[in-house]
């Protein structure tokens, strides 16, 4: 049977897309109903396999397909 790879958002990216639309942690966060430490881990990477439902959400919120995201 085949398995899913594992999925790790790229940190810095998501930051500079964060960024980029002058929003905060809390702002993400608040936009994808999420923490904003949430969004600090992913931010950092310490996030090791994210549900895809976030990665959706984040893309959505940020305005990116959500493959501009992924590792």
Do not use: W
């Amino acid at each position: 049977m085949p398995t899913m790879a594992a999925v790790k958002i790229n940190g810095a990216k998501l930051k500079s897309l964060r960024e980029r639309r002058f929003l905060t942690r809390e702002e993400l966060a608040e936009k994808i109903g999420s923490h904003r430490d949430h969004v600090g881990r992913l931010e950092r990477g310490e996030v090791a396999n994210p549900r895809m439902a976030t990665i959706r959400n984040l893309a959505e919120a940020l305005g990116v397909d959500p493959a501009e995201l992924v590792e």
